[in-house]
């Protein structure tokens, strides 16, 4: 099934919408898919053609469109490189209700629908509940007069590209009218060409379309009337969201214009127009949220739309940066903060602290504090037993090391030199003992040298851990030696390499035995399994859901006029009990194919479902069977398989209005899936 590409760039409100599309298309469409690819061989909108097989396509969307179902959920999925070509008014008409439209493709080879030939040209969407998710459209001719002319309730499009070229202008891309209600646009953008073309006046016009929503719109062009505008009838409810608007008209022009009397909700809008500060045609009786205008030569940070000069928010800022400029010296204010915080030539304070002084006049105070403190930091004198200060906790560089207990009156300093001493009686133990001591006053005894001896037999306690380390060691080489694979097919079951044995064991042999390797036994049970793998087909014949495959040559010249003996040729004998018929394959001989009928027709006499000498289950055009071809269920024109063969029914082969001629022969491959036990059918 056809996806959506989620990664491709998007607004994530966008990107939100496509992946509810795609959870859909997995989980499966609610009514029927249908596949339109102009580039594909052999689409076709012919009747024979269902459309509803991606192999088999149908050539334009506007038959897709008549075959949905009105409010069936019906999806129309158009392949990557498509072009739908619309060159007359009218010229696709979508006016089946509640059906999606789904554009695959990405980039130049994304699917699209092209104007062209007559300036009236367009797609009209006359029904309600329509969807297009990720449309493109494409102006092939100068001077359009709405394209897209929506006509109908419920309009959606989601994620959608326009795109005019060089020496091509479109007058107004999307066209609404009131009968439009609750028209919604997630995501549109508009490609300019040169602004070459006839002048353009406006991309989306909407006349008293109500309800209407337009979100994550990006539109820079020349509009000579605004880049959104309402005509005729106001808006009501219009909900605009997150719009970028650069209106280059030198007029200059608004991005959008209003009728006085439209009412709704606008957020995030940014336009942005060649001189002045007319970003909207009227600011109407809607309510402006977060939106900003302003002039192409980037003189400006940005206006806000909605809120006037004077008594926004500029104004306030005004009131603020008076707030400030510093108060006058030493105030006793207290109702700014520029009063608390004070100026510089601000008297240190003095004393306890009080409620009318400043910041500044209490840092000045700190400050002297401070010199004071400053002075507390000298060193002591030597060896002071003062208990003062913090000074004469820490001590002196040159006290003399401490002795013996603490003290009420030493220094730090005295504590840390006694310290460093007894480390260095401690550092001496950290030497590494004599070889193979017996000692085991200190850690060093335990842990051992390097050169001690290996220990052998049971442990002591007067070995060191080195020994026991290299005792190990040996025993270890010791067990890998046993790790060593054996001599091919040895008897011995000493250790357990002999039980594992040798890659190159003979197999075993019968019975089992005491003297064999589990190599052996593993050879033997291969030999064994070879030899219980045999044809399934032979051993279990018959069983429901097995396979039956047989094939039978057909002479061109013996194939019959299904209006004539429509019978005279069957493929097959009659079937000895159902069979379900899954797949039929014609392959032609290499020098001539068929030739007479307009098309080769496989018919059943079953007695029900499809039946009958002229309504064929499997068709192909005569003109696709010349030498050496073939052709099988998905290329086939007409292909309602898998059908169930009755028991005691027969297939036949006919032509379609005409006999076959000439000494061709095609073979015709069918394969059948048993129903019924042990059912069969022979070729005829």
Known sequence: ??????????????????????????????????????????ASDANT?????????????????????????????VAPGHNEEVKTVGGLNLDTAGITIVFEGEGADRAKITFSDLVGADMN??????????????????ALTGPVDVNAADFTIVDGLYEDATNIDTTDCIVSVPASVRMHIFGMRYQEGNAGGTQKQSFIQMNGVDNAILADIDIRGDFGTGNVENVTDELLNVRLDNMFLE????????????????????????????????????????????????????????????????????????????????????????????????????????????????????????????????????VPVADTTDDVNMRDVVGKKDDAAAAGTVTTTESGMAYHKQNVTNTEALVALHVVPVADTTDDANMRDVVGKKD????????????????????????????????????????????????????????????????????????????????ILVDTSTTLPGLPGTCHIIQKTIVCSTIPDDGGSPQAAPLTGAASGDLMLEEIIFQTDSATGL?????????????????????????????????????NNPLADTMLLPIMLESGKILYINGDNAVGTGAGTVEVIMKFRRITAAATIAAA
């Not at 760039?9 to 795609?22: A, C, F, G, S, T």
């Not at 053609?49 to 009105?70: F, M, Q």
């Not at 969407?125 to 001719?141: E, G, K, W």
């Open 1 to 42: 099934m056809a996806l959506i590409n989620p990664d491709a760039p998007q607004d994530q409100r966008v990107n939100k919408i496509i992946q509810k599309y795609n959870d859909i298309i997995k989980a499966g469409v609610p009514g029927t898919s249908f596949y339109v690819d102009s580039g594909r061989t052999g």
């Open 49 to 77: 053609r269902t459309g509803t097989v991606k192999t088999s396509p149908l050539a334009t969307i506007d038959e897709a469109n008549d075959r949905c179902t009105a409010n069936n959920g019906d999806y129309i999925f």
């Open 125 to 142: 969407v006359d029904a309600a509940s329509i969807t297009l998710v990720r449309p493109r459209f494409v102006a092939a001719i100068d």
């Open 247 to 378: 209106n280059t008209n030198s007029g200059p022009q608004p991005g959008i214009v209003l009728d006085t009397n439209c009412d709704g909700l606008a957020k995030d809008i940014l336009i942005r127009i060649v001189s002045g500060t007319t970003y909207v045609s009227s600011q109407a009786d809607i309510n402006w949220h977060d939106s900003f205008g302003t002039q192409t030569d980037g003189s400006t940070f940005g206006d806000p739309i909605g809120a006037s000069t004077t008594g926004g928010l500029e104004s306030k800022l005004d009131i603020i940066t008076d707030f400030h400029t510093v108060p006058v010296q030493d105030t006793t204010d207290d109702a700014q903060m520029r009063d608390v915080i004070g100026k510089k030539d601000d008297t240190a304070a003095a004393g306890a602290v009080s409620t009318t002084e400043s910041g500044i006049a209490y840092h000045k105070q700190n400050v002297t504090a401070n010199i004071a403190i400053t002075a507390l930091h000298g």
């Open 452 to 531: 001690d001896a290996a220990a052998a037999g049971a442990v002591t306690t007067t070995e060191s851990g080195m020994a026991y380390h290299k005792q190990n060691v040996t025993n270890t080489e010791a067990i890998v030696a046993l790790h060593v694979v054996p001599v091919a097919d040895t008897t011995d079951d000493a250790n357990m390499r002999d039980v594992v044995g040798k890659k190159d064991d003979a197999a075993a042999v019968g019975a089992v035995s005491t003297t064999e390797s589990g190599m052996a036994y593993h050879k033997q049970n291969v030999t064994n399994t070879e030899a």
């Open 595 to 631: 030739v007479g009928p307009t098309v080769m027709q496989v018919i059943s006499d079953n007695t029900d479902g499809l039946t009958g000498n002229t309504t064929p289950i499997w068709a192909e055009a005569v003109a696709n069977l010349g030498a050496g071809k073939t052709i």
